[in-house]
């Protein structure tokens, strides 16, 4: 006998097989066994979950010879078996994208006067029913409205959107929902069990589920494809993944541990060797967010994660970041795929979140060309240490020149000072500003941190206790100060209070200063005598100015 596909090799045989769509078969169980048969079903739903195997199933119960009493067809009278084989008169089940015509409806609808050859129904099914042209509809719509009594209508549709109102108006319809990923693990390790098919881990199997997007018959046919790269019954991971073109969760923890660290090198190089191996980049992105995704979701009340990623890595990324780069690769991995170079395009989209600090912060940093300068290291000679000489009673002394820079005890020197412990305390805290910047220093003080509306989030960042209490920390250390002798607060400045102070961030007044200063380039350069002169030569004006790195 030849190879028979796991998806229709187990396609339920009973109503009592169906998984996931209990709300269904109860319906249409009772309306078997109370004998209240309607003349148009329509099942709508995903591809591969069930709509024409319980389509199959309705009509072998309602036509069935031996029904049982829990309105399960028999299986092995004449009317089961002739739908099961596919040569019943009285079953006739047509694709509508490919018999979609006017003059198809029009052969079948001459077919519906006649009568059933046994029992009381004759079964029409027509699958991807949405296909069917306007014509072919109009023609339908008579007989479907005032149907003979022995006939019964059973449409599947993938787009019920696209069908008309008058045919939805006329159908009793049933919605099937997808597949849940448990219930779709529990089907595989069901028929595992039963093909003698080993997994190497509990992984594997929810990971097929995932992939099977809610679908029985694509996490089977899943499965088959998996199967038939085996070279035994054991499904290990090098299989599943290079058969389902995904990459391997190290590679993954890789680019993801690299991202997190801000290092851009190791970024590229991970996701380079993804691509050597032929990795589906849809699948990877999938997989890229599908980690970010849980690593949110599973974060509990107390801020705790469980992850398989580098804990070291982890300690210095707030989940806020962790958001951050979700949407931003949500959105950047849509534009990639769909870009003129995807694998490019993606490689930036990862190199822009390892880069995220200069992105947030809209950092501008010139670009530097790297010349390869002569070497002349072979006559290179180290100058001296600098030295201060003292003469005291015709002795020489000599003592090191003090090179260690004082402490610059201002709010702008402790952010310099941030920024070389923790960059993600410096670029919440530097989205607000110190409202009383005169008390710093001072014993008992009580330092407040303004923030406007729109910068609530890193406001919420800093007040949380895991972040508040090692930024008090370092500004006590900083001021040399016993951390319970002042007091640090945060306060949200409405718009209205923002106008009135005239409120700005760190970050604001940051921007402000590049901008002025880049203001003022450009007026030295329009004003420039030789800038003038060349207007007024070719009697015109320069309406633009560049600036491109340093002056």
């Known amino acids: 006998m030849s190879y028979q596909v796991l998806a229709r ?13 209990s709300h269904i078969v109860r319906t249409l169980v009772n309306s078997i066994k109370s004998d209240k048969i309607g003349h148009a079903y329509l099942l709508s739903g995903t591809r591969g979950i069930g709509k024409t195997t319980i389509a199959r199933l309705f009509a072998k119960a309602i036509k069935c010879q031996n029904l049982s009493e829990a309105g399960e067809p028999c299986l092995t009278c004449d009317s089961c078996t002739g739908i099961e084989q ?19 409806i029009r052969d079948l609808i001459e077919n519906v006067q006649y009568l059933p050859t046994n029992g009381k129904y004759k079964v029409y099914v027509i699958d991807e029913v949405h296909m069917l042209t306007v014509n072919a509809f109009n023609a339908l719509l008579k007989t479907l409205e005032e149907p003979p009594k022995h006939v019964v209508f059973i449409f599947a549709t993938t787009d019920p959107q696209k069908l008309l109102g008058t045919v939805l108006s006329r159908c009793q319809r049933f919605d099937f929902k997808n597949a849940s990923v448990s219930e779709l693990k529990e089907q595989l390790y069901k028929i595992a069990k039963f093909e003698g ?4 881990s509990d992984e594997l199997v929810h990971e097929l589920a995932k ?63 993804v691509l050597s191996e032929n990795v589906d980049l849809k699948a990877f992105t999938k997989q890229i967010l599908d980690k970010l995704y849980e690593m949110i979701t599973n974060l509990d009340d107390k801020g705790n ?25 949500t959105k950047d991995f849509e534009w990639a795929l769909n870009s003129f170079d995807p694998e490019k395009t993606c490689g930036f989209s990862l190199v822009k979140v390892a880069l995220r600090e200069m992105v947030l912060t809209q950092a501008s ?29 015709q002795e020489v002394v000599i003592e090191p020149v003090e090179t260690q820079e004082k402490k610059d005890l201002t709010w702008d020197g402790f952010l310099k000072h941030l920024s070389s412990v923790s960059r993600s305390l410096l670029m919440n805290l530097e989205r607000g500003n110190l409202l009383n910047k005169n008390d710093l220093g001072k014993e008992n003080s009580n330092l407040i941190v303004q923030f406007s509306e729109e910068c609530k989030i890193f406001h919420d960042f800093l007040k949380d206790p ?21 007091q640090l607060n945060f306060e949200v400045l409405s718009h209205d209070m923002k106008v009135d102070s005239k409120f700005l961030s760190v970050v604001e007044i940051e921007e402000d200063k590049e901008m002025k200063e880049a203001q003022l380039k450009r007026d030295k350069i329009l004003n420039n005598k030789y800038i003038l002169n060349a207007e007024e030569l070719f009697n015109t004006k320069v309406d633009k100015v560049v600036l491109i790195g340093e002056e």
Do not use: C
């Open 9 to 21: 090799k187990w396609r339920p045989k009973y109503f009592s097989d169906v998984a996931g769509q």
């Open 86 to 104: 596919g040569n019943s008169l009285d079953y006739l089940e047509i694709d509508g994208a490919s018999n979609n015509s006017v003059d198809d």
């Open 197 to 200: 098919i080993e997994f190497e």
């Open 211 to 273: 992939q099977g997007n809610g679908s029985f018959r694509d996490a089977l046919s899943l499965m088959d494809q998996v199967i038939s790269l085996s070279s035994g019954l054991k499904i290990t991971e090098d299989i599943l993944y290079m058969s389902l073109g995904m990459a391997h969760t190290k590679s993954l923890n890789l680019i993801l541990n690299a991202m997190f660290d801000k290092d851009k090198n190791a970024t590229l190089t991970a996701f380079n060797q």
């Open 305 to 329: 994660i469980s992850s398989d990623l580098d804990a070291d890595v982890l300690a210095n990324v707030s989940i806020v970041e962790v958001m951050w780069i979700y949407e931003s690769l």
């Open 365 to 393: 940093v010139p670009l530097q060309s790297k010349k390869k300068s002569e070497d002349k290291s072979d006559n290179k000679v180290e100058a001296p240490a600098p030295v201060a000489v003292e003469v005291v009673e």
């Open 466 to 486: 895991e972040n508040y209490k090692p930024l008090k920390q370092e500004m006590a250390d900083y001021w040399s100060q016993p951390v319970e002798m002042f």
